[in-house]
Each structure stands twice: as C-alpha cells, then as structure tokens.
C-alpha cells in the first residue's frame, strides 16, 4: 500500500482526530519528548510580544509543550493542513495568546498565517509533505532573519536495530490500535512514512542544503532513543543573507 498524501493523509488525520489524543497518551513519552524539543527550541528567550509558528499542531500537544516549556509572552500561530485535527485543537481552552489557522506548510501566506516568525516548531510534519524541500524553503522564508527553529521529527540513526523496534512497536501496537479505531491507513503509513524518510543525518544535511545555519542533531531518551530527533537550527541573518 503506498503511502498517503496531500488530500488523503488529511482526510484520514479527519477521520482519526476523535480518537487521536486517546492514542498517543497510551504512547509512554510521547509529551514528554515533545516537551524536550520545545525546551530546546529555547522559547522562554523569545523576545516579549514576538512571533511563533506551530506547524502541524495536531489536536494541540506540541502547542501545550510550546506553551510548558514557557513560551507565554510571545503570539502563537499553531497551523496544521487538517480540519479535523486543528478542530481538536482548537475546542480546548486555549490562552488568548495562541489562534489556529488550517493551512499547509508551503501555503502558509494565503491562508493568512505569514511571517515573519521569530521561532518555529515543526512536530512530526516533514515526512508527511509530499515536497519536503519545498516546506522547508517556505518555512525559511517565513522566518524573521536570525529566527530559530526546532524539528521533532521520527528520523530513524540508520542502525538496524532501530528500524527494528521502530517495526516492531508499530507492528505490535500502533497498527492493531489504528485496526480497532478504523484508522488502520492512518497507521500503517506512520510505519512506512518512517522508514522510507530520511535518516536523521540526511534530514540535517537536507536542513543545511534548504540555506539553515547551525543545524544541530540532538537525541531523545527511552525507546525513541534512535528513532526520534530534535534538529535545532536558525535562520540567516540580514547580513548572512547579503553575503
């Protein structure tokens, strides 16, 4: 079955989003580490008032990690490509600070969610774009000169053994969970979009070729040792740019 994309990942992320929070709190560090990469993207030093994107917010956990590791005095933007997520999310109680936009990743302009962005969060979101390249470019472009960001993304070291238990706790749990939910699709293109990504060298090689500077591979513990990432980098400077 090849892999879900544009309209139909969306579709089926509609479909799974009633059931999708009850999943991922079964998921054992799934906050947690989404609460690392937000410390990581180093929101408390944001200048007061300033701009955040959250892109592919979900039903809302990187935008609660964002807001847990202290980003309350800067405007949160938290986009995402799905209806039925960005539904989710946004039926939570929220501080008035944080507004929802449906958008893609590389239409993020005409859904009226531009830039330019001080900081920007990407959680489990480039391997699902059918343009990785492209998204990154957009987001590039979206960033303030100097902006940061953090990608928390399944980027697998390229060890066997971590493709390993990323199959095996897929074929273990995810996919007969994604069975009895109805959103089996869903699942098992969360196997296969993993797998057939980059490796997290690559993606940080792929980060540096889209014009990101300072690209820093960083690990996260527990089972997803090896099989999650947080990749922190930032934007050119006016003067970097010129050059």
């Keep these: 079955m090849p892999l879900l994309r544009d ?52 039903t809302g956990a990187s935008t609660a990690a964002l807001l847990a590791a202290g980003a309350h005095g800067c405007g949160i933007t938290a986009v995402d490509a799905s209806a039925g997520m960005l539904a989710r999310a946004a039926s939570k109680r929220w501080p008035a600070h944080v507004s929802f936009v449906h958008a893609a990743a590389d239409r993020l302009d005409q859904a009226g969610a531009g830039g330019p ?18 998204a990154l470019a957009a987001v590039l472009a979206a960033m303030a000169p100097g902006g940061r960001i953090a990608v928390h993304e399944y980027t697998l070291s390229g060890r066997a053994v971590h493709r390993a238990a990323w199959t095996a706790v897929c074929r273990g749990v995810v996919m007969p969970l994604g069975r009895m939910t109805g959103d089996a699709a869903l699942y098992a293109h969360l196997w296969r979009s993993v797998v057939g990504f980059d490796t997290a060298p690559r993606f940080a090689d792929r980060m540096r070729r889209a014009g990101f500077l300072d690209v820093r591979t960083l690990p996260l513990a527990g089972w997803q040792g090896g099989i999650t990432h947080t990749f922190v980098a930032r934007a050119p400077r006016r003067e970097e740019r010129a050059a």
């Excluded at 560090?29 to 955040?52: E, F, K, M």
């Excluded at 962005?117 to 492209?134: E, K, M, Q, S």
Aim: aromatic share 10%; glycine share 12%; charged share 20%.
């Design 7 to 58: 309209e139909d990942l969306s579709a089926a992320f509609d479909h799974a989003a009633s059931t999708y929070d009850l999943l991922v709190g079964a998921h054992p560090g799934y906050h947690s580490q989404l609460r690392r990469s937000a410390r990581r993207l180093g929101v408390r030093s944001l200048p007061h008032g300033g701009r955040l994107l959250d892109l592919g917010c979900g």
């Design 117 to 134: 962005f001080d900081a920007v969060f990407a959680a489990y979101l480039f391997r699902n774009v059918t343009d990785t390249d492209g």
